[in-house]
């Protein structure tokens, strides 16, 4: 393969751009904007790939983000941090920590750049702190003539809204400004529950808790349920023996394992999904917030979620696991649930109303087709908006109907990019021409 050919993550995109270029300031990245629209080719800045849909693929000119990766400026009293667009999670988490402050919510890896994390709607369970897009306060972009802009809820509001879950299609984002808490301990409750404790006391443990998702394991009659909550501590980490032998060896290389087992053996999951769904036990710990939201994951696999609203979750599940028995899906991944508020970001999946996320996930060498097919049937029965960096069906005819800001979006998008210099074929489905 050539130097210049990019994947992503999970194996299933990747792109030879006609030109890689990798700018090191905003004006960089304006200067490369301008030329791609003088050789008439696209531009995008993909963060780490670890979008499962194309939204990163760069086909004309591709900005590799590692240059843009300064923290301009921490604000310890405001809370207000300003970094650059390449800057990766796990660095912003670490720095940020350094100076008490901390994300108030996130997803479970840091993996991403902030701009690839945030342009998709990286989301994360709370019932009171929102996603990523919620948190943002300000940005910067590369607009389709070169230019450079701010944005923010009083300066450019509409460009704002919706350019802050923006999939790269307005503009290049070149910083990002956060609206940080101080840092905060989490103290971490796993258990085991059954399938129907789970569903009966849906309402308690969203109301309970302050983030809370759990995992089905198909097949079975197997969750586990994660319960993360405040508290002024002590810190009381898992031990360095505890937290391998249950994050590493049992999730990721006993779980590895089972993979390979049931993707030879198909007559297995149903057993090995009820001794794992048994293996994981119930555990407490506290730690520092963001080493709590988050784990590694080195299993490879393909993954699809949808947002629906939070009160069609107990009926999108019971169908779900109906659809399990009716069309004879062999799954050995579970199925996982979380929650969030409302969310003002335009296409943010959880734009104004609370939802509940449903993200299915697929072996990478299995034939994902039918079963993902099958839940987004069911999701899209129940007004349910597709994760913009996960696999999906979805185009613009359908997505204008679920986002009620979707058509301010694309005037916004007109208006900006009328030449489309930040297109690519994702955005052409998602969004239009």
């Given at each position: 393969m050539s130097q210049q050919t990019w994947r992503n993550w999970a194996g299933n995109h990747q792109v030879t751009p006609a030109r890689v270029l990798s700018p090191r300031s905003t004006d960089e990245v304006s200067a490369a904007v301008r030329?791609?629209?003088e050789d008439g080719l696209t531009v995008r800045m993909p963060g780490t790939g670890h979008s499962f849909t194309g939204a990163a693929v760069a086909e004309g000119v591709m900005l590799r983000p590692g240059g843009l990766s300064a923290v301009r400026s921490i604000d310890t009293a405001s809370g207000l941090v300003t970094a650059e667009a390449g800057l990766p999670l796990w660095?912003?988490?670490?720095?940020?920590?350094?100076?008490?402050?901390a994300l108030a919510n996130?997803?479970?890896i840091q993996e991403q750049t902030l701009a690839g994390a945030s342009q998709t709607g990286t989301?994360?369970?709370?019932?009171d702190a929102a996603g990523l897009a919620s948190q943002i306060v300000g940005l910067?972009?590369?607009?389709?003539?070169g230019s450079v802009v701010t944005c923010s809820r009083t300066e450019r509001p509409e460009l704002f809204h919706a350019a802050t879950v923006g999939l790269g299609a307005l503009g290049i984002v070149t910083a990002i400004t956060w609206q940080t808490v101080p840092a905060?301990?989490?103290?971490?409750?796993?258990a085991p529950m059954t399938w129907d404790e789970v569903l009966n006391r849906l309402d308690e443990l969203d109301h309970d808790n302050e983030h809370f998702e759990f995992f089905w394991f198909p097949h079975s009659e197997g969750c586990l349920t994660k319960r993360n909550n405040r508290v002024e501590g002590p810190r009381a980490p898992l031990g360095a023996v505890k937290a391998w032998l249950d994050d590493e060896f049992l999730s990721n290389t006993v779980f590895g394992a089972a993979q390979r087992l049931t993707k030879a053996f198909p007559k297995t999951i149903r057993t090995v999904n009820g001794i794992s769904a048994?293996?994981?036990g119930e555990r407490t710990y506290t730690d520092t917030s963001y080493k709590v939201f988050t784990a590694s994951r080195t299993v490879k696999f393909r993954e699809q979620e949808y947002a629906i609203p939070r009160e069609?979750?107990?009926?999108?599940?019971?169908?779900l696991r109906r659809a399990f028995d009716r069309r004879g899906w062999q799954v050995s991944f579970p199925v996982e649930v979380r929650l969030l508020p409302a969310e003002d970001a335009w296409l943010s999946m959880a734009h104004g109303r609370r939802s509940a996320f449903i993200a299915i996930h697929m072996y990478r060498p299995l034939d994902h087709t039918a079963y993902f097919e099958g839940v987004e049937e069911i999701m899209t029965s129940l007004g349910g908006r597709p994760h913009w960096g996960k696999m999906h069906t979805r185009d613009a005819a359908y997505l204008e109907q679920v986002y009620p800001r979707f058509g301010d979006f694309a005037k916004t998008r007109d208006e900006l990019d009328p030449d489309r210099r930040f297109l690519n074929p994702y955005t052409r489905r998602v969004l239009g021409a």
């Open positions: 030329r791609a629209a660095r912003l988490n670490q720095l940020l920590d350094e100076h008490g402050l996130m997803g479970d989301h994360g369970t709370g019932r910067e972009l590369v607009l389709a003539d905060f301990l989490l103290k971490a409750h796993e048994k293996l994981l069609n979750l107990d009926a999108a599940l019971r169908e």
